[in-house]
């Protein structure tokens, strides 16, 4: 007799995901821009159009994720000319409902973790939950901004929501095949967006909560990895004495060569696995410089010469980052912090960020099982929170609130989904309280 695998989410944490999409679809496409609009719009839609190469760092998986759509509504078109944009601002409203439903579907479990068996009213309250959650995501302003337009934020934050949800997969369920799936997407996320680099600590802290073999294996490769990408970020662009990206090459040879290694070497053969996966995710970016070579007509940093390639990877069109230092300047960093505080009031209100911190308050006196989740959430929140704050180093005018907001989307999501949890962890203990 064949026995099912254990599963991590129930029915009904699928249920509230499901009607999350649908009310989240249906106000973007009612709310859909009809055509090309203002930001990077027209540059990433002709990229797709004609699959070349967008803004930096080259978006390769979101420029043939978009062609693709582009293909399926070949009949859009706007005041009788054809409107690839449309089709392309479609794609951003999908991406943007599947990242609420996920959102609706990590807190509906979330909230089933820490109710009392007897509750009454369990599954109507946690889907109840999941669902508020989502649509408080789906609707703040920032989030709702970047799903009727052609833009990449919606791609990026499924993504991210995906890999949290396999990340609290793996911790409960603490099976074999996980992690080399997780190290695989974490590597590809960076063909999604850099930014996704930090979703890397994440997943050390799932693995520190399976096992200490696990976190060990997947530290050890996580940290070849992250050398190979500062190796080739350090000499990669470097011509002297090596023309034509020699060094970058052998450095890339030398890495697959140490994983190969590995691998041939029984106990370490789960760290040269991992890190072959890490490695494999980087592929999509074999896209830019062949793109580049047919001279499409968005041809950011003409990527087919080795320089043009290191301008895009390196947001070489982009003045260069300048991490704030807290402790240097600890009166900046509270600045920033303040400023942050405004932003996230200013997507929820601030009574619905007030929830958020309810979790926080409350996670001694919450279960066992809950508790390591929690504190995964939170671990993530404070990477792109204050982390992503600390390198953004925002000036808090209003020019730089419009425009860096959407970096801080993945954290709006996670304090949506906090505030679900608040909010239910209250009822709950409000209610059991009045019932005795």
């Keep these: 007799m064949q026995v099912s695998a254990p599963r991590y989410f129930a029915a009904l944490d699928w249920m509230a995901a499901g009607i999350a ?13 009809p055509t090309v609009t203002l930001e990077y719009s027209g540059a990433l839609v002709v990229a797709a159009e004609h699959l070349g190469v967008a803004r930096p760092p080259g978006y390769p998986v979101w420029t043939l994720l978009a062609k693709g759509f582009i293909c399926l509504f070949p009949f859009a078109e706007y005041q009788g000319h054809p409107n690839p944009a449309w089709a392309v601002n479609l794609m951003s409203a999908a991406f943007g409902a599947l990242a609420c439903g996920l959102l609706a579907l990590l807190t509906c479990r979330l909230s089933r973790e820490n109710v009392p068996g007897h509750f009454r009213y369990i599954n109507a309250l946690c889907a109840t939950t999941g669902i508020t959650a989502a649509l408080l995501f789906a609707f703040s302003p920032a989030m709702w901004s970047q799903s009727v ?17 396999l990340s609290l997969r793996w911790m409960s369920l603490r099976d074999n095949k996980t992690p080399y799936l997780l190290a695989f997407l974490a590597g590809l996320g960076l063909a999604i967006s850099p930014m996704l680099i930090l979703f890397l600590p994440i997943i050390l802290v799932t693995a520190s909560f399976v096992s200490k073999i ?8 996580a940290l070849l990895f992250c050398g190979f990408l500062f190796s080739e970020l350090i000499w990669g662009p470097v011509r002297a004495g090596f023309a034509n990206g020699v060094l970058a090459i052998a450095i890339l040879v030398a890495t697959l060569l140490l994983a190969l290694l590995l691998v041939a070497f029984r106990p370490l053969r ?12 980087l592929i999509p970016y074999i896209y830019l410089p062949l793109a580049s070579d047919h001279n499409p007509p968005m041809n950011m940093g003409y990527a087919r010469t080795w320089e043009g390639f290191w301008h895009v990877i390196m947001r070489g069109q982009y003045e260069a980052l300048a991490p704030l230092n807290p402790f240097a300047e600890p009166m900046a960093f509270f600045r920033d912090l ?3 505080f405004r932003l996230t009031a200013a997507q929820f209100t601030a009574p619905i960020v007030a929830l958020a911190l309810v979790p926080a308050l409350a996670l001694p006196w919450m279960t066992r099982k809950a508790q390591p ?10 990477i792109f929170a204050v982390v992503v704050l600390i390198g953004a180093n925002p000036q808090p005018d209003v020019q730089n609130t419009v425009i860096g907001r959407v970096i801080f989307i993945p954290s709006f999501a996670l304090l949506a989904l ?6 239910n962890y209250l009822l709950i203990m409000g209610t059991t309280r009045w019932a005795k």
């Design 21 to 33: 999409v649908l009310l989240a679809m249906l106000v973007y496409v009612i709310t859909l821009a």
């Design 149 to 165: 337009i052609a833009e990449t934020h919606t791609l990026t934050n499924v993504y991210f929501l995906g890999l949290l949800a």
């Design 214 to 221: 696990d976190f060990a294996r997947m530290t050890s490769a």
């Design 270 to 281: 789960p760290v040269g696995l991992l890190l072959l996966l890490l490695l494999a995710g």
């Design 338 to 340: 303040a400023w942050y």
């Design 373 to 382: 989740a929690l504190i995964l959430v939170f671990a993530a929140l404070g």
């Design 418 to 423: 906090l505030a679900g949890l608040g909010f």
